[in-house]
């Protein structure tokens, strides 16, 4: 139990001293402290607020990778503090062999100052880590989704519903596309069983990704058009630029429109409205 206090204490402290401006929570209304509050934190990091009590009190004693990386997000710790992080909770950090959805600083800034655009982050197995409230408002929050649901491989070849729809040239782009990055993620990270296990599902579910996985085919990702169905928008026709980190391989996906453009000008609405616009499927695309 001394472990989970330790962890319980170091949780509580790293909640203190995150401001809640930092991170883009309101902070209107009277606070007793300058930190995040639970419930605060609680939605960051896609968990419930009994579940972090839990944890900070100690009485949460095994708390899963998934969750430990949600948290380490949620604070934006350092490496080394989500590091200490993994060896508080007893268990070991991802090593090279593994994919990462670690968030460098840089990439937050990123995330924080270019508000105006839809963005959202992957990691290298082309899982949901972080977006922006623009993006939410505009595919749909997915604070609510778990596991492969924020796969966006999973999601398209399984035919999960989305808001974003292909012309054939664009799927097969992007099916090319995104069978080429999780091969060389596998070649990447060989030490990583949940990305094993994906591919192995995709391939068990979707005869297409099977074929194209036993191919070989090699594709890569270009400056093309996105037509997103939004609910309340209409259909917006937007460009889609993919970005990578520097020294990491997590993807930052952007949304753009030419100014002054009819598109331009719904996203600018959107952002007025932002989620108040959503679904009430809540689907991303």
């Given amino acids: 139990m001394s472990g989970s206090r330790e962890l319980g204490r170091a949780l509580r402290g790293w909640r203190d001293r995150t401001a809640p401006t930092a991170v883009g929570v309101p902070t209107g209304g009277v606070r007793r402290a300058a930190g995040l509050r639970r419930e605060e934190l609680a939605q960051l990091a896609s968990l419930s607020v009994d579940y972090i009590v839990r944890l900070e009190q100690g009485r949460a004693t095994s708390p899963s990778e998934q969750v430990l990386s949600a948290l380490a997000r949620a604070l934006r710790l350092s490496t080394a503090e989500r590091e200490h992080l993994y060896l508080l909770a007893g268990q070991s950090p991802p090593g090279p062999g593994q994919v990462s959805a670690h968030i460098p600083p840089g990439v937050r800034r990123v995330l924080d100052q270019l508000d105006g655009a839809p963005l959202s ?7 949901l ?6 993006w939410a408002a505009l595919l749909g929050d997915a604070s609510a989704l778990r596991g492969r649901e924020r796969n966006i491989a999973w999601r398209h070849f399984a035919g999960l519903p989305g808001r ?5 040239e664009q799927e097969a782009r992007f099916e090319a596309a995104v069978v080429a990055d999780l091969r060389a993620a596998t070649a990447r990270y060989p030490a990583d069983a949940g990305l094993r296990s994906l591919v192995k599902d995709l391939r068990a579910i979707s005869t297409g990704f099977a074929v194209l996985w036993d191919t070989g085919i090699v ?9 997103v169905h939004h609910p309340v928008m209409g259909t917006l026709v937007l460009d889609c630029d993919l970005l990578t980190a520097p020294g990491s391989d997590l993807r930052i996906v952007a949304y753009t429109a030419a100014s002054g453009s009819d598109a331009a000008n719904q996203l600018k609405l959107l952002g007025v409205i932002g989620t108040q616009a959503l679904a009430e499927d809540g689907t991303p695309g």
């Fill in 121 to 127: 982050v992957y990691d290298a197995a082309w899982n």
């Fill in 129 to 134: 880590v972080l977006w922006n409230p623009l």
């Fill in 164 to 168: 974003v729809s292909h012309t054939p």
């Fill in 219 to 227: 594709g890569v990702h270009e400056t093309h058009t996105k037509t």
